[in-house]
């Protein structure tokens, strides 16, 4: 089925635009592309929800201008073409997820993947940490666990568990140690949910990695997903998931580019030589989003004998040679970790 009209609107933009605009764009949308085009119409190029990625993990600027970094090599479809046949064998073949539709060089409309191939995210398995003590939201979690805590009348762990069933998730493993009874009793097998849900309880903390043993009987490679029970976020998991097929990574890690701000003055100088004073710097850092994707079968070789998270696990993969890439987010993302952040939500 063609897009056009509001749908085909709301993913084009002029080549003046900003990668920021760009973002914004694409979060309002279930689709991972925008469309160049000029005031006619006139198909430009595309930038993909990748192309936005590597860009800002290359220290691209989010107010760039898109003209710098979209494809003028595109592919796409005309009126003459446009048959089913052509349009599934342009997505298998290209591994592409949206195909313009032209007529006299201007774009009319644009095919999504969704509708033409049986795309499906049910082998996936997510894995929910949601066993830490919280003890930065002390005294809110001395009889609650962090994921458990309200924001707008929810669980923080209700909230990304809708999300994503909405995604298409269904198989959800939840891995708990403090106050588990209370997430059990909530969430039972997950049938209120519309989701299947399965408990890994740690009888002492093994660290933000150590639920991953489990699935070292795993006989078949799958694609796991591991996510932080206490974040908030926008992201669509199907894109990372999406992003880390398509470079056929080993593990792929999200991360988010944050300003942090020095509290002090901060001198520069050359021996004893004063050269200049800067107060209180802000320095943009990209810090770990606490969200995953593995392959189970890199966690045949890991050791989980003692306590382990995620830096060590990382680097033991590393070590095998495996590949390990980054995702940047430009998803809205918070961690509840503090209770000044939490009551900004709640």
């Known amino acids: 089925m063609i897009k056009k009209g509001k749908y085909l609107s709301s993913i084009l933009l002029r080549p003046d635009a900003t990668l920021k605009e760009a973002m914004l764009k694409m979060n309002k949308t279930s689709y991972k592309i925008i469309f160049i085009a000029?005031?006619?119409?006139?198909?430009?190029?595309?930038?993909?929800?990748?192309?936005?990625?590597?860009?800002?993990?290359?220290?691209?600027?989010?107010?760039?201008?898109?003209?710098?970094?979209?494809?003028?090599?595109?592919?796409?479809?005309?009126?003459?073409?446009?048959?089913?046949?052509?349009?599934?064998?342009?997505?298998?073949?290209?591994?592409?997820?949206?195909?313009?539709?032209?007529?006299?060089?201007?774009?009319?409309?644009?095919?999504?993947?969704?509708?033409?191939?049986?795309?499906?995210?049910?082998n996936t398995i997510i894995l929910l940490m949601a066993g830490g003590y919280g003890k930065r939201l002390m005294p809110l979690t001395k009889n609650t666990p962090k994921p458990m805590l309200l924001i707008k009348g929810k669980p923080i762990l209700q909230i990304m568990i809708e999300k994503l069933r909405t995604q298409g998730f269904k198989n959800i493993y939840i891995s708990t140690h403090y106050k588990s009874n209370s997430i059990k009793s909530f969430f039972g097998k997950g049938e209120k949910f519309g989701v299947n849900i399965s408990y890994l309880y740690e009888k002492k903390p093994m660290g933000t990695a150590g639920s991953l043993k489990h699935f070292k009987k795993f006989n078949k490679n799958k694609n796991l997903i591991l996510i932080n029970a206490d974040i908030l976020t926008n992201l669509n998991f199907n894109n990372i998931l999406d992003f880390h097929l398509s470079h056929n990574s080993d593990l792929t890690m999200a991360i988010k580019n944050t300003d942090v701000t020095n509290e002090f003055g901060v001198v520069k100088g050359d021996g004893i030589f004063f050269k200049n004073l800067e107060e209180k710097p802000i320095t943009t850092v990209n810090i770990n989003a606490g969200i995953y994707v593995l392959n189970t079968k890199v966690i045949k070789n890991i050791k989980f004998k003692k306590k382990i998270d995620m830096v060590n696990f990382i680097t033991n993969?590393?070590?095998?040679?495996?590949k390990v890439i980054v995702y940047p987010l430009h998803e809205n993302w918070t961690d509840i970790g503090t209770i000044s952040v939490y009551q900004k939500y709640k």
């Open 317 to 322: 993969i590393k070590k095998t040679k495996k």
């Open 38 to 122: 000029s005031k006619n119409f006139k198909l430009l190029g595309t930038l993909t929800d990748g192309d936005i990625r590597r860009s800002l993990a290359e220290g691209v600027l989010p107010s760039s201008k898109i003209a710098n970094f979209y494809n003028k090599n595109y592919h796409y479809l005309t009126k003459k073409n446009n048959n089913d046949q052509n349009i599934k064998k342009l997505f298998v073949q290209k591994k592409i997820f949206s195909i313009p539709l032209l007529n006299n060089k201007k774009i009319i409309g644009f095919y999504d993947i969704r509708d033409f191939l049986n795309i499906s995210n049910k």
